[in-house]
């Protein structure tokens, strides 16, 4: 996830709220704006007489940039910056930040190398754009690409603890939460977006699955489903692929009828319990959400395969069968 910062510089209050309301990691104002700006939001206020600008003009300012994180000091590059000394700058050092004066310049310092700059401090220009670029930049983890499962069983599985993800984010249909009974094979778990007769909507939550679940985390980790709790932040993933983070506001966990739902994609057979509602959705290859009760064999869900091997939480070579 990248951090990004707005120059308030020359200052403007108009400007200075909108960027607070984003949801930036900081503000850069003159040292006679900061205590005020102070007193609008538990953020940080830096002052730009104190920030270590470097304008890139030359191959000896790309060098002294270079020196300077090496030393462990801080490095903002001025606007004007071009993408083969800032591909240098980061072949040495992940710790670069960059100004960006438009959404385009800061989508392109986030994907350069692949990986991209850790910070994009965004200038005035850009003001009308700041929303976006704080929602491409610090909640999407990128595309994923997921698979087509078919659906070989749906049976009852008795009484089981399940989880209900209550996050701080309003859900689309179609987004959900990756969780299977393995790390290698994970099913898209709608929210509870859809309407009927007798439950209203609530695109907030996930029910999840049983405890013991695995739920695909942000920054290529898993956890178990039992272990989320308040302020954690969960990967949402959308039909398409699109993810973005959503942070978790409570969990639910309550004794539940569950069913077991299995399938197979390209030969891996893939297990999760899930609660038996009408209002715990799987999707459906086309994005529509379809309810556990009415699933059945040969039905296709969207799923996500992978290769087996976490150790709390993160990706090991090792021989598990799961």
């Known amino acids: 996830m990248k951090k990004v910062l707005f120059s308030g510089v020359p200052f403007d209050k108009g400007e200075i709220t909108l960027a607070l309301e984003s949801g930036v990691d ?8 900061v205590a005020s700006v102070q007193a609008l939001s538990k953020i940080q206020v830096l002052a730009a007489e104190d920030q270590p600008y470097v304008l890139l003009s030359s191959k000896a300012d790309e060098e002294e940039a270079v020196r300077l994180l090496g030393q462990g000091r801080e490095v903002i590059l001025r606007e004007g910056w071009e993408i083969i000394p800032v591909e240098n700058i980061l072949a040495q050092s992940d710790r670069l930040a960059v100004e960006a004066a438009s959404l385009d310049r800061a ?22 754009d700041l929303k976006t670029i704080v929602r491409e930049l610090k909640l999407s983890q990128g595309t994923m690409e997921l698979e087509t499962a078919t659906i070989t069983a749906v049976t009852s599985a008795g009484l089981g603890h399940r989880v209900c993800v209550d996050t ?30 007798y439950v209203a909507p609530r695109p907030f939550r996930i029910n999840a699955g049983a405890v013991h679940a695995y739920a695909a985390m942000p920054g290529d980790r898993t956890t178990y489903l039992d272990e989320l709790k308040t302020g954690t932040e969960v990967l949402i993933v959308g039909a398409d692929g699109s993810t973005t983070l959503a942070t978790v506001g409570r969990c639910k966990v309550e004794i539940r009828p569950m069913l077991l739902i299995e399938a197979e994609c390209n030969g ?15 999707v459906r290859t086309d994005g529509r959400p379809v309810s556990v009760v009415d699933l059945k064999a040969g039905d296709k869900v969207l799923c996500r395969t992978d290769q087996a091997g976490r150790h709390f939480g993160m ?6 069968k799961e």
Do not use: C
């Open 268 to 282: 891996k057979m893939g297990t999760l319990f899930l609660q038996n509602a009408e209002t715990i959705r799987m």
């Open 168 to 197: 701080m984010s309003l859900l689309k249909s179609g987004q959900g939460m990756l969780v299977g009974n393995s790390s290698a094979f994970t099913f898209l778990i709608n929210a509870e977006t859809e309407s009927n007769p």
């Open 26 to 33: 900081a503000v850069i104002v003159e040292r006679e704006h």
């Open 107 to 128: 989508r392109l310092a986030a994907g350069i190398l692949e990986r991209g700059v850790e910070t994009v401090v965004v200038l005035p220009g850009a003001a009308e």
């Open 315 to 320: 990706r090991i070579t090792e021989e598990i």
